[in-house]
């Protein structure tokens, strides 16, 4: 299975912007794609995830409201569409996948392929 994810770049705060991630590899079900962001000198946070068939999403707490994860199934490519961008969003955003599915949260842990990552910075 391989992640490829695209989509970042160098905005401006109160812009918007779609990351994307395309999967190849194994195409079975039962999965879900996560959305995971780290910033310069802090953890990787969870943002959203989504599963095999498209449905279920499911974000963070504080991801609420400006974040929106879709799956394109003839595609098999997953999206998160950020708007109102912010200066504190700016981090290197990452997708996995879990072999696993649950209607809320997925453990980080259960995420055994990762993309490379795209780079969002969001200048204010």
């Known amino acids: 299975v391989q992640l490829q994810a695209s989509g970042g770049g160098l905005v401006q705060a109160g812009d918007s912007l779609r990351l994307s991630c395309a999967i190849s590899?194994?195409?079975?079900?039962?999965?879900?794609v996560g959305w995971f962001r780290q910033a310069p000198g802090k953890e990787r946070e969870f943002v959203a995830s989504i599963n095999w068939s498209g449905r279920s999403p499911y974000y963070a707490d504080d991801m609420q409201g400006r974040f929106t994860i879709s799956k394109d199934n003839a595609k098999n490519t997953v999206y998160l569409q950020v708007t109102r961008l912010k200066p504190e969003d700016t981090a290197v955003y990452y997708c996995?996948?879990?072999?696993?599915?649950?209607?809320?949260?997925?453990?980080?842990?259960?995420?055994?392929?990762w993309g490379q990552g795209t780079q969002v910075t969001v200048s204010s």
């Open positions: 996995a996948r879990a072999d696993t599915y649950a209607m809320g949260y997925v453990p980080e842990s259960e995420y055994r392929y």
């Open positions: 590899g194994r195409t079975d079900t039962g999965y879900s």
